[in-house]
């Protein structure tokens, strides 16, 4: 069954045996609540009231009425290794359409352009020499900037994006 919602309307909630696939999901962009608690319940109530995908590898999880049902969506994580947990996501949901960098990869909250005056007391010399794009999360305070990281993190993507178009051609 295919949602009807605009994908870049998917919002997650990544159970916690998937914390690094949380982290790789916000950084294309997804809103993804990464659930710590050992209670399920909760992360079931949650997911349903905010309309999260869960993603879980908790076989239990799959057995819940909610989700048996078809009220509640939930994805069994097959992969071990969290590139290819991220790969079996987008796939099954058929995701494309990326808004990289737009959220915290540590709060999930959404990135605030900064300019360079403005991070100039936050952010090491040197880093401010060479980049003049940054972003601040508002939760966190954490400063991200174009930088080499940025730069294997687009490679990343990119390459990400290919492996799921070739999927997408093979089915
Ligand atoms: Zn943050």
């Known amino acids: 069954m295919t949602s009807s919602r605009p994908v870049d309307e998917v919002k997650f909630i990544a159970d916690h045996n998937v914390g690094k696939l949380a982290k790789l999901l916000r950084m294309f962009g997804y ?16 997911a349903f009231k905010e309309s999260r995908v869960i993603l879980t590898r908790d076989t239990q999880i799959m057995k819940r009425r909610l989700v048996c049902d078809g009220d509640l969506k939930a994805l069994f994580i097959a992969e071990n290794n969290s590139k290819e947990q991220l790969l ?3 796939r099954a949901l058929h995701l494309n359409r990326f808004k990289p960098f737009s959220l915290c990869l540590e709060c999930n909250q959404p990135l605030i352009p900064r300019s360079r005056e403005e991070v100039k007391s936050l952010v090491p010399i040197r880093v401010l020499n060479n980049y003049n794009h940054y972003m601040e999360c ?34």
């Open 31 to 46: 809103d993804t609540l990464f659930f710590t608690a050992k209670d399920d319940n909760e992360m079931v109530r949650i």
């Open 138 to 171: 508002p939760s966190c305070h954490r400063i991200y900037w174009q930088g080499t990281h940025w730069q294997a993190m687009t490679e990343k993507l990119e390459d990400f994006k290919r492996r799921v178009v070739m999927a997408e051609f093979e089915s």
């Open 88 to 90: 079996q996501v987008l």
